[in-house]
């Protein structure tokens, strides 16, 4: 009997994503409260502003910190592709500056029990995602649970946002430590990269990354690299208060300026000379496949 992994490589092989594929960024924190989902849609707001078509999965189970920031509630989520036949185009709300955004709903429970159709039917309109979109960021929840894991495995660039509180750090560093566990967790296939939110000044973002780095290098051997600081910013809290992205209501913003370098240094050609885009069916197999070695 064929088990679901593999039914799964057949339906892609059978279906091959459009080239060329999307780019995949997987935004995640050891803890809650650092600024994770402000710097997913910021991040679009300036991948938008660079000319790229930019779809966010909010992948925050249970919370929906994405869709008050854009200050919209969408009539569909990700259950609704998954179990009510809904198409791909029917589950994206288009938000300020033309950004998709995609609620996870929590239709990534329970996929390893989809049928062979089912996942065919998935697989094609998830692949429509790569010629939608020119990447697609992916908003986990944070922390350690085994959803996140899972997103954080499946992706080739994971971006860590952390504050230079103690306990963020430390959390931060048990996230990267479950992540380096991972039996399908591939650092040669995987770029790690942290951004120091909420700082006070640059030295103490570059502090924090310094001690993250330490550690994750001496006990895990597991290579990260650093994009840049977020300052406090009385404009990016003001934004927050009036559901906005601080990136289109104060472009002007030390926050704003901060995360409109780091779009270009995740855009910079350099950086990215070893980067494989792998797509979002490609993606999403990993998911699944692993979710049914589990079951």
């Known amino acids: 009997m064929v088990d679901q992994a593999e039914q799964l490589r057949n339906v892609i ?34 991948f938008r502003k660079l000319g790229k078509r930019v ?8 919370l929906a910190n994405i869709e008050i920031m854009f200050g919209t509630v969408p009539k569909h989520n990700l259950c609704d592709l998954i179990y009510q036949g809904k198409n ?20 990534i429970a329970g996929l390893s029990n ?58 931060s560093y048990s996230l990267l430590k479950a992540l380096n566990r991972h039996p399908r967790f591939s650092r040669e296939d995987s770029k790690i990269m942290v951004i120091a939110n909420k700082v006070s000044d640059l030295t103490e973002g570059d502090t924090m990354y310094n001690k993250l780095e330490t550690v994750a290098n001496r006990y895990l051997k597991l290579p990260v690299s650093f994009l840049g600081s977020v300052p406090r910013d009385r404009h990016l809290e003001e934004a927050v208060m009036q559901q906005k992205p ?50």
């Open 13 to 46: 092989k059978l279906n091959p994503p459009p080239k060329p594929h999307a780019r995949v960024i997987t935004v995640t924190s050891g803890k809650g409260g650092v600024g994770k989902s402000n710097t997913s849609i910021n991040l679009a707001c300036q």
């Open 55 to 62: 779809i966010i999965l909010d992948a925050d189970f249970g």
């Open 88 to 107: 791909i185009t029917d589950i994206i709300t288009w938000g300020p500056m033309d950004i998709g955004f995609i609620s996870g709903g929590s239709g």
């Open 114 to 171: 989809l049928s062979s159709e089912y996942l065919n039917y998935i697989v094609r309109n998830l692949a429509k995602l790569d010629a939608i979109a020119d990447i697609i960021i992916i908003d986990t929840g944070a922390g350690i649970s085994d959803a996140v894991l899972d997103f954080l495995v499946a992706s080739g660039e994971i971006l860590v946002v952390a504050t230079p509180e103690p306990t963020s750090i430390t959390d």
């Open 246 to 295: 601080v990136s289109m209501q104060s472009p002007n913003a030390k926050s704003s300026v901060a995360y409109e370098r780091i779009a270009y240094i995740l855009m910079d050609k350099e950086y990215n000379k070893s980067l494989v885009k792998r797509g979002m069916a490609a993606f999403f197999s990993h998911i699944v496949a692993g979710n049914k070695k589990m079951g």
